[in-house]
Nanobody, 122 residues
Framework: QVQLVESGGGLVQAGDSLRLSCAAS????????MGWFRQAPGKEREFVAA????????TYADFVKGRSTISRDNPKNTVYLQINSLKPEDTAVYFC???????????????WGQGTQVTVSS
């Protein structure tokens, strides 16, 4: 089992930045690829970014590409998601997930956190 706890969400204004954190415990964090997903009210959960277990390969959804950075600190068992130039349409619950494969599909991730709310006001 891997337990994941997200933090860093909040209410911000359009144009602000946020850094979300996801702290892992349980099994060896460095054995898992990590992903960030988000879900807005009434919408399906969607992929935001993913990082391999070594941190060497990263991929982003088009809607955050160029204004977002995913990173991980394996000794600290933590993965981060920095989002700049936030927009009202970024409002969602943001989840981190851990899995054995480097994927953009939520169904391929095994472990999930409870999510952290990000609300962007215009």
């Amino acid at each position: 089992q891997v337990q994941l706890v997200e933090s860093g969400g909040g209410l911000v204004q359009a144009g602000d930045s946020l850094r979300l954190s996801c702290a892992a415990s349980g099994r060896t964090f460095s054995n898992y690829h990590m992903g960030w997903f988000r879900q807005a009210p009434g919408k399906e959960r969607e992929f935001v970014a993913a990082i391999t277990k070594t941190g060497l390969t990263i991929t982003y959804a088009d809607f955050v590409k160029g204004r977002s950075t995913i990173s991980r600190d394996n000794p600290k068992n933590t993965v981060y998601l920095q989002i700049n130039s936030l927009k009202p349409e970024d409002t969602a619950v943001y989840f981190c997930a851990a899995g054995a494969n480097f994927e953009v599909t939520s169904a391929r991730y095994t472990y999930w956190g409870q999510g952290t709310q990000v609300t962007v006001s215009s």
